[in-house]
């Protein structure tokens, strides 16, 4: 029965050292988690920030194409900023090519 003693006091002794370990080990993790959440966090706002400015960019340049009425630029404005692609792609088309791109875009989604 002696010899049965030492091992439970070892054992909680283990215990008591791995749970120590185990916290660490869990604050670590809770730290780099939140390290990578916050990156996120700034990429989010960032790219947030930049889309806001491509769409009122996108809003800007539809409006200032005298051809274009009211309802159309609402409609394309749509249908462009509907895809990111679409708003990078319009972006970097020569300003004479705008209106050929709106004109195509309204006709392929059924608005004209």
Same mark, same amino acid.
């Given at each position: &029965? *002696? ?5 439970? %006091? ?14 660490? &080990? ?5 730290? *780099? ?25 996108? /809003? ?10 009211? %309802?159309?630029?609402? *409609? %394309? ?6 895809? /990111? ?5 319009? &972006? ?21």
């Amino acid at each position: &029965m *002696d010899q049965c003693k030492p091992k439970q %006091v070892e054992k909680k002794r283990k215990a008591a050292t791995d749970s120590v370990g185990l916290i660490e &080990m869990l604050g670590r993790m809770q730290d *780099d988690t939140n390290e990578r959440l916050d990156k996120l966090t700034k990429r989010i706002g960032f790219e947030f920030e930049a889309s806001s400015k491509a769409r009122k960019e996108v /809003v800007d340049i539809l409006s200032a194409i005298p051809e274009l009425t009211l %309802v159309q630029q609402i *409609d %394309v404005a749509e249908i462009i900023l509907a895809k /990111v692609e679409r708003v990078e792609h319009f &972006m970097r088309l020569p300003e004479g090519s705008r209106l050929t791109y709106v004109s195509r875009a309204l006709e392929k989604h059924g608005h004209i």
